[in-house]
Structures are given as C-alpha cells and as structure tokens.
Nanobody, 124 residues
C-alpha cells in the first residue's frame, strides 16, 4: 500500500511560479515511477509529467515542456513539480500518482495509487 499527499497548490498570477510536492509513504520501495496529472473543470484527466524513480528519467506533456520540471528526492521520498510561466490554462486540480510496474507513464492506467489532489489556480 502506498499513500500520497500533495501540497503546494494555490492561486498565482499568470507568469508566476508554484512548486508542488508529493510525499509518498507505505511500501514505496517497489515503485517504478511517479507522475503528475491534472484535471480542469469539465475536462478529462491529462498527463503532465512523470519520472522514473531509479534513474530519474523524465517525461513531459507538450503543453508544459520547457515550463515545468519534475524531480524527486529519494531521501525524503518526495516528488516535486516546479511550475514556471504559469498560464490560465494550467488551472486544474493536480494529482500525484505512483506506478509500481515498468509501463508507459503517460497513461493514467499505468498508475496504481493516487493522491487527493491540490488545486492550482492561475489568474490573468
């Protein structure tokens, strides 16, 4: 079992930055990767970024490439999402997730555990 707790969401002006954190607990030693997804009102859940735990290989959605950076801290068992140059279209609930198996991390079906989400609101 894995538990995930996100934090760091909030309200920010367009062009600003936020850093999301996701702390994992439980049987995290079996994880293959962790990722961030987001869901805006009236829209489907979409992939944002992912990282493999062992080698720190990263993957990004085209919409956030160059603006967002995912990273992990193995000591604190935490994954981060640094979000720069935020746009109103980035407004969504951001979810952290963990995948236990070596599968494609861009699909939500790859993930086994999910956090409750943290709200990010970007205003112009």
């Amino acid at each position: 079992q894995v538990q995930l707790v996100e934090s760091g969401g909030g309200l920010v002006q367009a062009g600003g930055s936020l850093r999301l954190s996701c702390v994992a607990s439980g049987r995290t030693f079996m994880r293959y990767g962790m990722g961030w997804f987001r869901q805006a009102p009236g829209k489907e859940r979409e992939f944002v970024a992912a990282i493999t735990w062992s080698r720190s290989r990263t993957y990004y959605a085209d919409s956030v490439q160059g603006r967002f950076t995912i990273s992990r801290d193995v000591v604190w068992n935490t994954v981060y999402l640094q979000m720069n140059d935020l746009k109103p279209d980035d407004t969504a609930v951001y979810f952290c997730a963990v995948a236990l198996n070596p599968v494609s991390l861009v699909a939500y079906t790859a993930y086994d555990y999910w956090g409750q989400g943290t709200q990010v609101t970007v205003v112009s």
